[in-house]
């Protein structure tokens, strides 16, 4: 099987190209590099097209040849989209439409696609099932919304086979816990590994569905292939939650640290509650998470400690005694 992955040197996507390589596909990656990273790459067997979502061309190049599309480009995070929201909807839905349109033409047999639960918001019900209602928060939000949107169309249209997969608070190795915009995980593991306390925005008592990166590429597998799951939406989580609280209070115990939070007001576009229902993709993927969320902490915290700098080497001691 011939595949582009799109966003393939990010934290995803990087993770991707490895299990597809190792399953014997061929491999083809398009990225801009403004949030991903060569070195996730390095020492892999992959075309690379260095190039924008944006620009239609890029894609429809990169597109030629390509049996599977998986796209995983965008440009994450809630507050960025925020500050920017222009940028944000650029990349996230003129993106996506322009894989989608690029993978029509080109005549590609299937284009999974990364939505996210953020699409949920806060809209009422628990665990979130795909036919629940949806009420975005944030411009990002909004954006993974259209881009899903216009996947469902491109498949009703077009006859294109498409996959959505609505992917909950991911984490794992790769995830950058120094960019001003990193997730929660990687970034109170980088804080707390240095001695400092974590920051909770709110009381800590919001809850994630969070998921291991490794279960998020079983799933990408799976949606490629699986045959009743062509224009479906499918939740990819753990269908377990956890506070932030306790998020900070298990790395204390995975760390060996003792750092109390630092609590500020709450932030614009953030969620309450997540948890997902992953039955549907349980049955149309035959997606079972094999990756607790003690056993994806421990990875991912290892990850990270092993890549701190010689300075802070007295908190990898401490982690790795």
Known sequence: ??????????????????????????????????TGHRSNLAGVDVEVVEGDLRWFECVSAATRGIDVVFHQGALPSVPRSIQDPLTSNAVNVEGTLNALLAARDRGVRRVVIASSSSVYGDAPGMPRREDHAVAPVSPYAVSKLAAERHTLVANQVYGLETVALRYFNVFGERQDPSSSYAAVIPKFIRIMLTGRRPTIFGDGHASRDFTHVENVVVANLAAATAPSAAGGVFNIAM?????????????????????????????????????ADISSAREALAYNPTVDFQTGLQRTATWIAERMPALESTAWALFAA
């Open 1 to 34: 099987m011939k595949t582009l992955i799109t966003g393939g040197a990010g934290f995803i996507g990087s993770h991707l190209v490895d299990a597809l390589l190792e399953d014997g596909h061929e491999v083809r990656v398009l990225d801009n590099f403004s």
């Open 239 to 275: 269908n377990q939650t956890h506070t932030i609280n306790e998020l900070a209070s298990t790395l204390n115990e995975l760390l060996g640290t003792s750092l109390p939070p630092v609590y500020l007001d709450s932030r614009p576009g953030d969620v309450l509650e997540s948890l």
